[in-house]
């Protein structure tokens, strides 16, 4: 029906209130209406705060008796830091659910739609199933594989670089594009640098929007034999988001000591057979700690080396209108190819204009064939 599929849109929208804050949990929106009219509506804010379907239920109050509910994940039927939002529903009245993708949560995966139908509700699944799996595809691989989502996010010329051949930083993409990625990292869980990257640009890491809105995200060093000076700019700033250094497991420990008294969090893992950080074990890590999402920003190397590793879900690639020559810094670093069949390749989702830069985004592997 049109009608179930602008409410279904209403609930979406609802639900991108909530990007950036309520990992590890999902983005959620509810949207109650009766009668072909909306009474009322609701999110979820924060992981351990009610669920969308309890803010809307609770706002409608005694309307709810008889109206039906749009929201966008199935709801759930278990009791986790809040009560299952099934018992919610059963007990306001409602009378028809209409759900927009069932929950991957083995905990609920379809067990919640069931427990409404059983108890006599009219229950429908799949409206828009596509746009509210978009909303949460970080939490959808989380769950299911206990790893996070990893973006790799470039700004390069159009002949692919990230720098002039110096590692001299500069800009390279427009403000426009500057202020865009600060809205991706304000809804990501962690950065993750190189150590090459960290030591050329010291950079802060932080997310500045207009206002002093946005939220600083966890950042992360790859920093085998702990380079970083306990002076870098990321440590010396006043956030309350912390900065985590992996590091090789033979690390010398008083580099450690004055990182970790510098406010670092120090974490050893294994190294590869090409003697490098085992970014597999580097994810797992993440992932134990909640880190559902990981915008990685590079540089060349760290790119390539997540590459070659198939461990890249998605890219955010903003492209400006410039030249930077052959012995410029490549995007990607190492991949060593044999053949161009080999290539990694993306399936693009969205190319936006912003000015004359140019921002592409696609999915790989597994999450381009969904």
Known sequence: MKEDLAWMRLAVREAQKGLGRTSPNPCVGAVVVKDGRLIAKGYHRKAGTPHAEVHALNAAGKKARGATIYVTLEPCNHTGRTPPCTQAILASGIRRVVVGMLDPNPLVAGGGCKMLADNGLAVEHGVLADQCRELNRPFCKHIT???????????????????????????????????????????????????RTALTDDPSLTTRLPGRRGRDPLRIILDATLKLPPAAQMLRQESAAATWIFCGPDADPERAAALVAAGACIKPVALGDDGRLDLAAVLCELGRAGITSVLVEGGGRVHGAFLRAGLVDAVSLFVAPCFLGGDALPLVDGLKLKTVQAAPRFRTTRVKRLGDDLLIEGLLGEAAER
């Open 145 to 195: 594989t206990g790893l996070p989502w990893v973006i790799m996010k470039a700004g390069l010329s159009i002949d692919g670089r990230l720098a002039v051949a110096s590692g001299e930083s500069g800009w390279i993409t427009n403000e426009q594009s500057r202020r865009e990625v600060h809205r991706l990292r304000d809804r990501v869980d962690a950065i993750l640098i190189g150590s």
